[in-house]
């Protein structure tokens, strides 16, 4: 059995891991709706793979027997700039995730939850690769400027992903 505050904060991250869907979501339609098919499919798997993030938190407290309670997804933005932006934005956003998700850890071992601090831990290494990721694209993007044949490599290698890096049976 977790404390009720561990709960609330788990219930605070599991809105943030919709939230997260959410905006890739967005990003997807963004990059569809600008002819960028490619990272549209990118951003489409990462969906799924914070909806993953979201299962694997609820999971837990379900496992716990602690009180799950679901709040409002805010509303993401529409328009995200250029793919480079876009990009950028999706990092941002990651290591503001990456934040919170330091925090939580932090309250988990001051609570000597060592089960929650378990759990977290799985999100902390997935930020990792999360930030690491994306970051490389970025890199990229940067490397080729506004170069119309560089940015449709880019897409299409964005096109290729086909897999989530999550799987909530591990
Ligand atoms: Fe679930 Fe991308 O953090």
Aim: aromatic share 10%.
């Amino acid at each position: 059995m977790i404390s009720k505050k561990m709960t609330k904060q788990l219930n605070e991250q599991l809105n943030k891991e919709f939230y997260s869907a959410y905006i890739y979501l967005s990003m997807s339609a963004y990059c569809n709706r600008n002819d960028f098919p490619g990272a549209a499919n990118w951003f489409l798997l990462q969906y799924e793979e914070e909806q993953d993030h979201a299962t694997r938190i609820y999971n837990y407290l379900i496992g716990q027997d602690a009180k799950v309670v679901l709040q409002e997804v805010a509303k993401p933005p529409k328009n995200f700039g250029s793919l480079l932006e876009t990009y950028e934005e999706s990092l941002a956003h990651e290591q503001d995730m990456t934040k919170n998700l330091n925090e939580l850890s932090d309250y988990a071992l001051k609570e000597k939850d060592h089960a929650t601090y378990n759990l977290l831990q799985w999100f902390v290494n997935e930020q990792v690769e999360e930030e690491a990721t994306v970051s490389e694209i970025i890199s990229k993007l940067k490397m080729v400027g506004g170069d119309g044949y560089g940015l449709l490599m880019i897409d299409s290698e964005l096109g290729k992903r086909a897999t989530i890096d999550s799987d909530i049976s591990q």
